[in-house]
């Protein structure tokens, strides 16, 4: 079902372009080139990728000036490709709706694991709405309840609420600010130690080995993620 799934990238260098092609190419999917932003835009119109890999550095635009265009007209899974390794720039990227951050130079195995497992998300998010599972974790967005095999978990309120920020959007990296403006309120937006506390019971409730968590996974200054189990 995703074996032909369109990927648009937007990157200056041709090296790199070939290099994501070739990659792409062997990984399944099809791919679509763009040089600059401007290209890219347009391109995002006629080509109605699945999945945008996205340079930040490009030679008319900055890349994070694309973000928040892209997504409004486009459902395309964002993976933005960067040198830049601030985490800084990365917290910016996602909470203007890149859906991921991979730093240069990537792996290509490990992004288009990272790539497969964004469409699946996408479609088991159209499947089956509401109900994310994880593992033996399984998160009913619609009824606010968690199971973990047969046994339904109490999580309190802000337990619940970091959970289900992350479980609503399980192919994202979400941003400390993120998660703690929706859960906790814009005022609470940097008590990160709040949100850590809270991670950390979660993991007491639902992780097997809360040590090494596979639910809810660490990006160590920029935010958490959803595990694939
Ligand atoms: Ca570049």
């Not at 999945?51 to 265009?69: A, F, K, S, T």
């Amino acid at each position: 079902m995703t074996a032909m799934s369109k990927v648009l990238v937007v990157e200056d260098d041709a090296a790199i372009r070939r290099l994501l092609r070739a990659a792409l190419q062997r990984g399944g999917h099809q791919v679509a080139e763009a040089a600059t932003a401007r290209e890219g835009l347009s391109l995002l119109d006629i080509e109605k990728p699945d999945v945008v890999l996205l340079d930040l550095g490009l030679p008319d635009r900055d890349g994070l000036e694309l973000i928040q265009p892209i997504r409004a007209r486009s459902q395309a899974t964002l993976l933005v490709v960067s040198a830049r390794e601030s985490t800084e720039e990365k917290v910016t990227a996602l909470d203007l709706g890149a859906d991921d951050y991979v730093t240069k130079p990537f792996d290509t195995d490990e992004l288009l694991a990272r790539i497969r497992t964004a469409l699946r998300h996408r479609l088991a998010g159209r499947v089956e709405a509401g109900r994310v599972e994880i593992g033996d974790v399984a998160i009913d967005l619609e009824h606010r309840r968690v199971m973990r095999g047969t046994e339904e978990i109490h999580l309190s309120p802000k337990e619940y609420g970091v959970l289900a920020e992350l479980a609503a959007r399980p192919d994202r990296v979400i941003s400390h600010g993120q998660l703690l403006k929706a859960v906790w309120g814009p005022a609470q937006a940097d008590r990160v130690d709040y949100l850590r506390i809270v991670v950390r019971n979660i993991r007491q409730k639902l992780e097997a080995d809360p040590a090494r968590p596979r639910l809810i996974i660490n990006e160590p200054g920029v935010g958490y993620r959803l595990g694939r189990g």
